[in-house]
C-alpha cells in the first residue's frame, strides 16, 4: 500500500519549535518533489513549503520564512520541516504531499493523512 505518513503531533508555546516528519511506505521518494501544506479552522488549503527530489531546490510560503526549513533524507525515505519562531496563526493541520514531478511545479500524487499543530500558551 502507497501511503505517506506524517508525524510530529504537537501543542507547542509560542516561540517554540517543532519538527514534522513525513515518511513514505510502499515506494521510493527520490523521484519525487515533496511540499508541505497546512489547513487551518475556516481557511482553505495553502502551501507552505516545497523540496524538489533532489534537494537542491525549495521554496517557502512568505509568512515562514526565515523560520521554517524543509530537508529530506532519501537513504530514510523521509521529509523534515523544522518550524522554530511558531506563532499561533501556525496552528493548522499540516498535510505531506508527493508531487508528480521531480521540481516543485507538479500535482500532488498522494496526500498524507495529516498532522494537527496548535500554537498556543
Known amino acids: 500500500q502507497l501511503q505517506l505518513v506524517e508525524s510530529g503531533v504537537g501543542l507547542v508555546q509560542p516561540g517554540g519549535s517543532l519538527r514534522l516528519s513525513c515518511a513514505a511506505s510502499g515506494f521510493s521518494l527520490d523521484y519525487y518533489a515533496i511540499g508541505w501544506f497546512r489547513q487551518a479552522p475556516g481557511k482553505e488549503r495553502e502551501g507552505v513549503s516545497c523540496?524538489?527530489?533532489?534537494?537542491?531546490?525549495?521554496n517557502y510560503l512568505d509568512s515562514v520564512k526565515g523560520r521554517f526549513t524543509i530537508s529530506r533524507d532519501n537513504a530514510k525515505n523521509t521529509v523534515y520541516l523544522q518550524m522554530n519562531s511558531l506563532k499561533p496563526e501556525d496552528t493548522a493541520v499540516y498535510y505531506c504531499?508527493?508531487?508528480?514531478?521531480?521540481?516543485?511545479?507538479?500535482?500532488?500524487?498522494?496526500w498524507g493523512q495529516g498532522t494537527q499543530v496548535t500554537v498556543s500558551s
Open positions: 504531499a508527493a508531487l508528480n514531478h521531480e521540481d516543485c511545479s507538479g500535482f500532488v500524487e498522494y
Open positions: 523540496i524538489s527530489s533532489s534537494g537542491g531546490s525549495t
